[in-house]
């Protein structure tokens, strides 16, 4: 089993970044698919989910990340939009089923 992300980097604040994550060894498509992320010194917190047509995010996000899926490719994206400072972490995709596997994390870092 793989989950594997990638996307992650340094961009100036008002920027933008899209983060990936590719599966393998797993019917990726019944599972419940989450972006979270962890802060220095902060809780890992969920930022957004998909399954079953559905969307849910974290109020900090709403309206500026966007998560969506490619259940024929196994891919699990996160569009981030108006980035700002706060929005630096590591950030994690993680699936959720009959099993729980998560990424290995890809640093998101919003700076001037």
């Known amino acids: 089993v793989q989950f594997v992300e990638s996307g992650g980097g340094l961009v100036q604040p008002g920027g933008s970044l899209r983060l990936s994550c590719v599966a393998s060894g797993f019917t990726f498509s019944s599972y419940s698919l989450s972006w979270f992320r962890q802060a220095p010194g902060k809780e890992r917190e969920r930022v957004a989910n998909?399954?079953?047509?559905?969307?849910h995010y974290a109020p900090s996000v709403e309206g500026r990340f966007t998560i969506s899926r490619d259940n024929g490719n196994n891919m699990l994206y996160l569009q981030m939009n108006s980035l700002q400072p706060d929005d630096t972490a590591v950030y994690y995709c993680?699936?959720?089923?009959?099993?729980?596997?998560w990424g290995q994390g890809t640093q998101v870092t919003v700076s001037s």
């Open positions: 998909i399954f079953a047509g559905s969307t």
């Open positions: 993680m699936a959720d089923g009959l099993y729980q596997f």
